[in-house]
C-alpha cells in the first residue's frame, strides 16, 4: 500500500528530525501529526471510514459477491485510504437502480448502514480489544 508507507516515510522523517534536534516530546512530531490531522482526520469523519468494515460483517459471501459484481467499471486510483470510501459510494450509487430491480431487500439491508452506529456493528471488534471510538 503505496499510502501507508508515504505515512510511514514522513512519521519516520519527523521522528528523526525530533531526534536530531533533542525535541523527544509531541512538539519534535507536531508537523506530522498537523499533517496527519489536516491530510487525514479532517478530510473524513472516521465513522465514515469504518462503515467500510460493515459490509463483511453485515453481509453475507454471496451478497457482497453479487455487489461487487454489479460493478463492472474501473474505479479511481488513490493513494489516501480515506478517499475509498467517497469512491465506492459513488460506484454503488451507480449500481442502485439494478439492485433495487434484482434484489431489493439488499438494497435496504446496505442503505440501513448510515443508521448504525459502528459501536454497534463492530461490537465484537471492539470487545476483542480494537475500539474504534475516538
Known amino acids: 500500500m ?6 510511514g516515510w514522513k512519521a519516520g522523517s519527523a ?8 525535541k523527544y516530546n509531541q512538539q519534535g512530531v507536531q508537523t ?5 490531522r489536516t491530510a487525514h482526520i479532517e478530510k473524513l469523519d472516521h465513522n465514515v471510514f469504518l462503515k467500510n468494515l460493515f459490509m463483511p460483517v453485515l453481509c453475507n459471501d454471496e451478497e457482497i459477491d453479487y455487489i461487487f459484481s454489479k460493478i463492472n467499471f474501473v474505479l479511481p486510483t488513490v493513494l489516501d485510504p480515506y478517499e ?3 469512491n465506492l459510494g459513488k460506484a ?3 449500481i ?5 430491480k434484482e434484489r431489493s ?5 446496505i442503505t440501513g448502514f448510515n443508521d448504525l452506529p459502528p ?3 463492530l461490537k465484537n471488534t471492539i470487545r476483542s480489544g480494537f475500539n474504534c471510538s475516538l
Open 105 to 109: 431487500e439488499l438494497l435496504k439491508k
Open 15 to 22: 521522528i528523526v528530525l525530533a531526534m536530531l534536534e533533542g
Open 84 to 86: 475509498v470510501p467517497e
Open 32 to 36: 506530522y501529526l498537523d499533517w496527519w
Open 96 to 100: 442502485v437502480p439494478e439492485i433495487q
Open 119 to 121: 459501536e454497534v456493528v
Open 92 to 94: 454503488l450509487i451507480k
Open 2 to 7: 503505496t499510502g501507508a508507507v508515504m505515512s
